[in-house]
């Protein structure tokens, strides 16, 4: 269970709650302010806190005494501005405070963050729960399905179907899925085979640290004979797919910076699920030009090196440029041509 | 002049306003948000946004769900304890924004310190305002006194001689201060010697910047046969107590560090001056139990070295240490009598 | 297997180059460059490279164009007073690369340590080794000693026991433990049981792995019927005592700061053989000057608040302070008779 | 004088050392160790020390137990890979330590970039010496008639100008540039009256600096009934264009970034001056893989937004696209032809 009632309670204590204030305020935000947006199974995102807003970066810009300019046209223009030409200082000047539960081997990559501040649930002083990460069937399908197909097909078309079915998995019935004929009934087995798994080892692994834990409530069932290992150590057998539990703050800058990376298809798709939430749930309510400018300068744009942009130029000027005259290298060729949207 | 009457009246209009937030609020810095402070002759400090309180520490610190603990007085010993024993990281999850008006040779010390986020003003592109610090007649005229007395007397006298007169400073008549006789009329006329000379190089600089720039914006005014220099090159001649302006995001635990070095009797003057209002006109508003424990174990504790420890065991011993049985060097020996408040 | 024989040749073979330079070079640490020093089971710290020595950090201090001071006393007396009055960028000017195999639950308290540099190896791409972390026998016995008598005995004097055993380990047979009666022959058995439990767990997660992988060099041992799932994916049910292998690159200035936090007492056992092995084998080698200041001023200095400062004071001047009439909390005053080497 | 004959000699003290290291060795840059490159009147680069080189950041990516790949070939490519794919973790593996010495309007640019170390030379505690920066009369004119051409020529030709300009500095003669005509003539006359006056404020800075510190080192010299002013005061009537120094320690991606915002045409000249010497001499001898891997992917590679590649695929695909159809704003319109070297 991703949150259970008592975690409700107090949440639902704090969005009751409401104050005066002079600070910059986003209503978009405000209205899903301590909220949980559930990720994977039973992970989550909340937002804790927020300071400053897309005029707060206008102002820091301009070292203003006032707030942004009097229009938001004017600071949507300054915004697309900054961004564009990496004076990335000003994103600086706004912060995100989340409350995230993930994985883990999720967290593992999202503390190699180092430009945030972190607190995080501690299992050597707290005993952890039994929640772990079991992949969704279908997803499990799914990349079962790419790894099969990684030859004949484009991992794209995967990414896509992956994302149709992240939106509708509400709905969707496992039947459905069956329906898509002898390869999948196949990847359906070697899906459930590889899910038993999962479940089994992480199940058996709680087992044992509860035992070496000895730490029931009920005395009576406790091993007598048995003193308890600490906590600290007892969790050194929990495989990484146990959830863990952080309050993660991190400024506007390097929170782009972050996204750019962690929901960029080159990124597993467990920390992207979080990166997408964040990124298409959070940052474009909270500051809707920023988020607008960041999908065109940064996620959505692409680099050309010196040489690719040589290249651009001549096929621009009617050359027929092919792989042998670009003087690229044979991956650099067909990653231009695949940015061009052209068959290598 | 510190505020001009445009800027006075974008400061009011932000303070007029007023938002509904769920976000932790503290009225206490609400009350003086926007406001500035003046420090030395023109410049200020004035929060800008603020994240967090008290209660947000002790919810990082717990990864909770709901705010701190439901008792103030619980808050209070977990800050006391978390700063006691050097776990700084729930500190971060609060952040700052100021407004920072000082001379440059001051926000040079203040930017070595690198874990804030900054926006200064930019005099490539923007013209610099004809405002220098000067310092205080009263404060010159001690530290004239500072430098002759070094030998005979106690800094920390003198320092608690400035600090008085820094309080009293809008009623002490510069009268009062000539009376105490010949040694001080003597100190009068040299600061009234270096304060001219300040005062002269000072517009001199900024006529040649004026000129380098021919600016004047009636046309009529300008050098007909002189194009006129960049910003950026032509402000290379004004002198380092000209005037600049930054906003300046810091979190609370670095924000202390900062504190802990720059309201240090260490610390030259003109930033100690700064850090004194931060510290006990804006922090101590903001989280008034992070405040109270960082004066405890930060800017008023003090670290024993092992030998140090070591002599002071034996003294408690009841044992007669001195220099030479203290196996301490002759500085450090010095440095802990100072300490203990015993004549070396 | 700490370090295999492919490994070992590949070691040597650095270790046997020798290259001409004209930078600061420390002899006593070119001794052991590239070696390992085993830590844990199958854990080791190797220096790969470093910049600077103690010379450096003087030559930095004084922004000279020249080496240090000419005498090495007065570089060590220098070296001194920047410890002793937090001047640390100076230390900052000195670098340490170094190769950490470790499990990972402890690389995950290390790389929250945010100021270094740090390459770890990549499970999501390289298939992990069939190594894990399962604590010392002799080790166990005693955290489970400590456990029960946590009541009865001082903290301190297990830890030194642990030490002393750490230092023997080599010699200490079983047979010497198991002679000190009864007590210790129940935890014997416990540490018995919780060891075959840590090495259960791990082998079958890792069969668990190799499963999901179905990677095995020979195809005629694969499950013909189970495509493998993605090396990412799988590795998710590997528990945290599982060794992983990180570069990490540092400032002395910080690890220095990592060491009084990770080598402290209040650190998880094992980071803490670690940062043991860093401090007294590596840190002491590079720069030895330095090395004696941290102990002196860093690792075994005590921090008097303004409160126990006051006791202090009042104690040297006979009065008869206690535990109600010193102002301080039951658990300061107990930190600060236990700094003093008083009864409480 | 950007170099005396006492720190002359200290330096070729330490060029004469030689020690024997295991450590990753650069022969290109020990050849320069310790020299000085002058930049501006009075400014220089020196090394003082590296660690690591092209192989250490193959080392790193594959937290290898040897060197990097058997073959310099494949080094390269994997930087290339790993530059291209922006994973930048291994190149901080490597690092530089400079001596600088630069205007101060330099040295607070220079500060601004956060991740690396410093120590300056300060003067708090030390007295600066009589060296300023005035612009190269030939600079000056470049910049005169820049702002004069600004709307009829282009930039970058004028950029070309001065570029050349420098490199054949030592042998341009003034005459040959007063050849030029009557518009020179114009800013020749302009050059040498912001020079004069440049050069006319810092010294009459410097002779009230002197005369505020009253430190001659003859006293009879000093003026008897003035006590002298600190350092720490004094130095405030000091303009920007005063030369410090410091040293300054960076590893290699974060070097890279400084490069990429600091040898880029739109820094200002002098910052820019320095930023090209630590390019093409000190990082081209040092890392000459990453160096030319940046140049390709960092320094001349473009970033087109997700707008502007639409723009570009459609005129790939043969559509005569203008500004109103581009669906880009006027000034991206004018950015994206520039970059493709088109008429707007």
């Known amino acids: 269970m991703t949150i259970d009632d008592r975690k409700r309670a107090e949440i639902e204590a704090q969005r009751a709650a409401s104050h005066e204030t002079r600070r910059a305020t986003v209503q978009a935000l405000e209205a899903i302010l301590y909220e949980h947006f559930v990720v994977l199974d039973h992970g989550f995102v909340r937002v804790i806190d927020y300071m400053g807003d897309d005029a707060a970066i206008v102002q820091a810009a301009r070292v203003s005494y006032g707030a942004g300019t009097r229009h938001v046209r004017e600071d949507r223009a300054l915004i697309r501005y900054l961004l564009r030409h990496r004076h990335t200082t000003p994103f600086e000047m706004c912060e995100l405070k989340l409350h995230i539960k993930a994985p883990i081997f999720v967290a593992r990559q999202w503390l190699r963050h180092r430009t945030a501040s972190v607190n995080e649930y501690s299992a050597r002083y707290s005993k952890l729960d039994r929640e772990f990460y079991v992949p969704d069937a279908a997803h499990l ?152 400018a960041f999908r065109d300068y940064g996620m959505d744009a692409v680099s050309l090196s010196a040489g690719a942009l040589d290249v651009v130029k001549r096929m621009l000027a009617k050359e027929d440029v092919n792989e042998d005259s670009s003087g690229l290298s044979k991956r650099e060729w067909r990653e231009l041509m695949a940015v061009l949207g052209r068959e290598p």
Do not use: C
């Open 141 to 292: 399908k799914l990349i079962l399905d790419e790894r099969r197909l990684k030859e004949r097909g484009s991992m794209k078309d995967l990414f896509e179907r992956m994302k149709v079915l992240d939106e509708r998995s509400a709905l969707a019935t496992q039947s459905e899925f069956n329906k898509q004929g002898r390869d999948d009934a196949l990847s359906d087995n070697e899906a459930r085979h590889a899910l038993s798994r999962f479940d089994d080892t992480s199940k058996r692994a709680y087992a044992v640290y509860k035992n070496l834990l000895n730490e029931n409530t009920r005395r009576t069932l406790r091993n007598p004979s048995y003193t308890g290992l600490a906590r600290e150590l007892a969790r050194a057998v929990l495989p990484v797919n146990y959830y863990t539990q952080f309050y993660w703050k991190i400024d506007l800058h390097n929170l782009l910076h972050f996204l750019s990376l962690r929901a960029d298809d080159h990124a597993q798709y467990e920390i992207r699920a979080y990166a997408e939430v964040i990124l298409d749930k959070i940052v474009m309510r909270w500051v809707p030009a920023t988020y607008e």
